[in-house]
């Protein structure tokens, strides 16, 4: 619901109300027993990410990684289908453990 005193294009400028962009965190735990091919790895995820025309920001340890994804466009958010896609691709990988992929939050303004 856009705020009533606050003029829509200072509303653009803040990113707030109808011009909110979403996105998600995501982790996983990367098995070090498993023979996970790590450049075929984050060749996949990139492949999808660009695919969905998404934006991913992540770090990571020999044994985990995590990250935040939202649109590539400016005014756009990423949706529960990217959410989904993501989920699903991350299971089809072998050698990944406790995957976890949050709800939408605001990108610039957290939950």
Same mark, same amino acid.
Request: charged content about 30%; hydrophobic content about 35%.
């Given at each position: 619901?856009?705020? +009533?005193?606050?003029?829509?294009?200072?509303?653009?400028?803040?990113?707030?109300?109808?011009?909110?962009?979403?996105?998600?965190?995501?982790?996983?735990?990367?098995?070090?027993?498993?023979?996970?091919?790590?450049?075929?790895?984050?060749?996949?995820?990139?492949?999808?990410?660009?695919?969905?025309?998404?934006?991913?920001?992540?770090?990571?340890?020999?044994?985990?990684?995590?990250?935040?994804?939202?649109?590539?466009?400016?005014?756009?958010?990423?949706?529960?289908?990217?959410?989904?896609?993501?989920?699903?691709?991350?299971?089809?990988?072998?050698?990944?453990?406790?995957?976890?992929?949050? +709800?939408?939050?605001?990108?610039?303004?957290?939950?």
């Amino acid at each position: 619901m856009a705020n +009533p005193k606050m003029k829509r294009r200072l509303r653009k400028k803040l990113y707030l109300d109808d011009f909110a962009v979403l996105g998600f965190d995501f982790s996983c735990e990367i098995d070090s027993n498993s023979e996970l091919d790590v450049d075929g790895f984050f060749d996949g995820l990139i492949q999808l990410i660009e695919s969905r025309n998404l934006l991913i920001g992540g770090v990571g340890t020999e044994t985990e990684f995590s990250g935040f994804i939202t649109s590539n466009e400016r005014y756009s958010s990423a949706t529960d289908e990217d959410r989904e896609a993501l989920k699903s691709w991350f299971d089809s990988v072998k050698g990944l453990d406790n995957i976890k992929v949050e +709800p939408l939050c605001d990108a610039h303004y957290g939950y």
